[in-house]
């Protein structure tokens, strides 16, 4: 069984660009969640979504920032018009179906801003 | 909102001996509690979780313990090898899938040889 699958594992961009991160949960997990770990720091929470609904975007920036969990294929972070403050390890995280409380995580995403 | 609070930030131990790593929370409501380990560059892997209708779980070298009272937990490894160096993060949440993990600072573990 697969684990969590995130890609691309690296992306460099510079600023004003747009940078879409994917992952792709466990087989059978219905919940992902986007986290965001700046250096020597812990790890946020941005967003939760589950197939074609966003259930908590209470972390996620207002401005540049939107995510996506279609009926088909992988979640999606986009980051419009990126800045160098926007450099950082993004992490998705899948849990099974509403009830069970783990969450496993990707490898993440490293995104440098230039 | 939930606030999670680690101490200490950086912890060095003797191989061997044990080592404890202590989290508090402020919302009530949170009633999950899980543990990861990160090593440098690597994605965080959950080690063990606990719930709040349970006040100590173990699993085999490692240990958690909740407080509910106190709202605080702590993770307990014994007898530490050179392979629990890593940076480990507590977190809390409302379970179930009700929200997102909120997580504490980290513990950077360095075991001494």
């Known amino acids: 069984n697969a684990g969590v699958m995130q890609n691309p594992r690296h992306l460099v961009r510079r600023r004003g660009q747009e940078a879409r991160l994917r992952c792709s949960p466990m087989?059978?997990?219905?919940?992902v969640y986007w986290y965001r770990q700046l250096p020597e720091e812990g790890l946020k929470f941005m967003v939760y979504l589950q197939k074609e609904n966003i259930i908590d975007e209470s972390g996620m920036p207002k401005e540049r920032f939107s995510a996506e969990f279609p009926k088909e294929g992988p979640s999606i972070l986009r980051i419009q018009q990126v800045v160098r403050g926007d450099s950082a390890a993004y992490f998705c995280?899948?849990?099974?179906?509403?009830?069970?409380?783990?969450?496993?995580f990707g490898p993440g995403t490293r995104l440098t801003v230039t | 909102g939930e606030n999670v609070e680690q101490h200490p930030s950086t912890l060095s131990v003797q191989e061997g001996d044990s080592a404890v790593i202590k989290c508090t929370y402020s919302?009530?409501?949170?009633?999950?509690f899980p543990w990861y380990k990160q090593e440098l560059g690597k994605r965080p892997q959950l080690i063990i979780d606990?719930?709040?209708?349970?006040g100590e779980k173990k699993d085999q070298r490692i240990a958690v313990t909740l407080n509910k009272t106190a709202k605080h937990f702590s993770l307990h490894i014994t007898e530490t090898q050179p392979e629990d160096s890593a940076v480990y993060f507590c977190a809390a949440s409302r379970g179930g899938g009700a929200d997102g993990l909120t997580f504490g600072k980290g513990t950077h573990l360095i075991i001494q040889p």
């Open positions: 995280a899948s849990s099974p179906a509403r009830g069970r409380y783990e969450q496993y």
């Open positions: 087989k059978g997990h219905s919940h």
């Open positions: 606990i719930r709040s209708n349970v």
């Open positions: 919302d009530s409501a949170s009633n999950y």
